[in-house]
């Protein structure tokens, strides 16, 4: 079976004009037979590394490598033939075909990997026959529950048996006992030798992960714990859009300028901040990386505050405040 | 008004009552709404219709009558003349001024005077084909749109955009083709009756009906994957 092995791998893309980076320079090592489970918020990350892994989604930089094939270079037939091959998929919001049935739906990617109608049909029983839903396999998605669906898209993952299985928020839209019979399959299928990538906010997931990986942006405690006081150069940055969110900064002398970087190249001035006003404020008090560049406009001596600094000093009126009007 | 000897080849065959036995008699056209043993004045002459017949209005309804010749020249010319003459065999001379014409010649002088109608039939039939294809394109194509998400699921499982347009394809030949045969079944069996002249769908047309289908639905199809090529697979790992 085959390892994966993810290096320097940096994602970049176009969120509303501005270049957004989920994801900067992260390696990434998986054994056959293990569950990895990807955690984080909204908008960590998560979705995007699924979506290079199934190579989806084109890297900025950084290799993707499954054994000996070099998935982030993969093009034409060659990624055709891993995407119905090699890579099974199980969707957030389970995504089935409405017009198909749970069989049906279970044999498309047994048909677009090439098995012909008899085998599909039986490799299709038996997968939904394992998954407890034999009596279910003509019926439209429309006539499942949430649980019987998910049953139906991890099937459908696992039907032309790939090495490598991705699962996006499996237990969104799940009650809790449909949860648990949802993670009892993933480390099932896990069993069997191959990789399983799970990306959840769900922390009820942790006890069935070999490895997790931390998508959030978080400093180590001693970083944390130190509010710098930066004296900046004109032109230096204080801190750089995608960075993850550490500190609160305010203005004591000469001027800051926040930027937001255009995913066409240039940047685009946001605002300038004055002795007294602070910045930056909405990435650490919310978990979030930087949405915009602070680059001193002069000469500049900028004060960094903890969450809890900044609340004592402004109260829940600078949150709010930060709110109508911050930057990153 | 068309008149013929009694016993002459030529006179339609009355669905109610008989052909004329004697002057003063008429088979009448079904369009004209009269009913045998009626009486009616033709040019001021009195005529009892003695049969109806079905099918024989000329030039896209007209209603015509069937008399006796000699009533025919009485009502029309008040002299025996005649403006044609049928004959058994190929006459080997014909008197001066007169004009021999094969059946076939006979039957393209009379579709002259259709030309116009024939035409406008035409011009009406390219249009409800261009229709039939705007409405069949608009419905493989709101399907498409409707289905984003399913194709970046396939996509995202290795649909190639062949594998795409041949579903695309099968969808918009089979609404073609089901929508050709309801068209055929309707023309043969509903609507010909309906019509106030002999209407005739020729074997012929139903072929090109078959094949003018497939080519639209494959045209229709080509609109349906121009959207489904532009769908980004990723969209598949969006939430609903």
Known sequence: MAELSVRDLTVEYSSGGYMARPIDGLDLDVSPGELVLLLGASGSGKTTLLSVLARILTPKTGTVRLGDTVVSELEGPALVHYRRHTVGIVFQAFNLVPSLSAAENVQVPLRLAGARAGPARARTEELLGRMGLQDRMRHRPGDLSGGQQQRVAIARALAHEPVLVLADEPTAHLDYIQVEGVLRLLREVAGGGRIVVVASHDERMLPLADRIVELTPRRSPAEVAVPPRLQVAPGQEVFAQGDAGDFVYVVEEGEVDLVRVRFDGGDELVARMEPGRYFGELAPLFGLRRSATARAATAAVVQGLTVAEFRRRTGEGGVRQALAGGQG | ?240
């Open chain 2, 1 to 240: 008004m068309i008149g013929l000897p009694v016993d002459a080849r030529g006179w339609p065959l009355p669905g109610e009552g008989r052909r004329p036995a004697q002057a003063g008699e008429t088979v009448a056209d079904a369009a004209l709404a009269l009913d045998v043993g009626d009486e009616v004045s033709v040019g001021g002459q009195r005529l009892q219709v003695v049969g109806v017949a079905s099918g024989i209005s000329y030039y896209f309804g007209a209603p015509t009558f069937f008399v006796p010749l000699a009533d025919a020249q009485a009502i029309a010319f008040a002299e025996p003349l005649a403006m044609s003459v049928a004959t058994e065999g190929v006459p080997q001379s014909v008197p001066p001024g007169f004009q021999v014409l094969s059946p076939e010649q006979v039957e393209a002088d009379l579709a002259r005077i259709l030309e116009g109608g024939t035409q406008t039939i035409g011009v009406l039939n390219g249009l409800l084909l261009l229709m039939a294809a705007g409405i069949i394109a608009s419905i493989v194509y709101l399907s498409a749109l409707e289905r984003g998400r399913d194709f970046a699921v396939l996509k995202a499982t290795g649909a190639s955009n062949r594998a795409l347009f041949a579903g695309l394809a099968a969808q918009a030949v089979i609404l073609s083709l089901v929508a050709a045969v309801a068209g055929a079944v309707l023309a043969r069996f509903a609507l010909t009756p309906l019509i106030p002249f002999g209407a005739d769908v020729t074997t012929s047309s139903f072929l090109t009906l078959g094949v003018t289908a497939l080519a639209v639905g494959l045209l229709a199809s080509l609109a349906g994957l121009r959207r489904a090529i532009a769908v980004d697979p990723a969209q598949a790992f969006r939430a609903a």
